[in-house]
Nanobody, 115 residues
Framework: QVQLVESGGGLVQPGGSLRLSCAAS????????MKWYRQAPGKERELVAR????????NYAGSVKGRFTISRDNAKNTVYLQMNSLKPEDTAVYYC????????WGQGTQVTVSS
């Protein structure tokens, strides 16, 4: 079955960096676009970044453009989110997502940006 497993979250000071990873299995990873979402306490889940199946096209939310970079390694069935210049408002649970007949989600990884 489809599995998405996120890792790499943690506590970081403002201005710091983190790299999230999402290991995928159970489907033909290289055929599907992948997305990162996040959900802060009391807020709706929002799309952060999207990458096409081959990795040639990326899209970002305005709030993270220029600071976050999404990438993928189809040989490793893994998608990444490099987050730089982190701000307290980036604090959220970050989720990996793909759509194959329906939405699939990982369990999420907590990112906390605080001094």
């Amino acid at each position: 079955q489809v599995q998405l497993v996120e890792s790499g979250g943690g506590l970081v000071q403002p201005g710091g960096s983190l790299r999230l990873s999402c290991a995928a299995s159970g489907f033909s990873f290289s055929y599907y676009a992948m997305k990162w979402y996040r959900q802060a306490p009391g807020k709706e889940r929002e799309l952060v970044a999207r990458i096409s199946s081959a990795g040639g096209m990326t899209n970002y939310a305005g709030s993270v453009k220029g600071r976050f970079t999404i990438s993928r390694d189809n040989a490793k069935n893994t998608v990444y989110l490099q987050m730089n210049s982190l701000k307290p408002e980036d604090t959220a649970v970050y989720y990996c997502n793909t759509y194959w007949n329906r939405d699939y989600w990982g369990q999420g990884t907590q990112v906390t940006v605080s001094s």
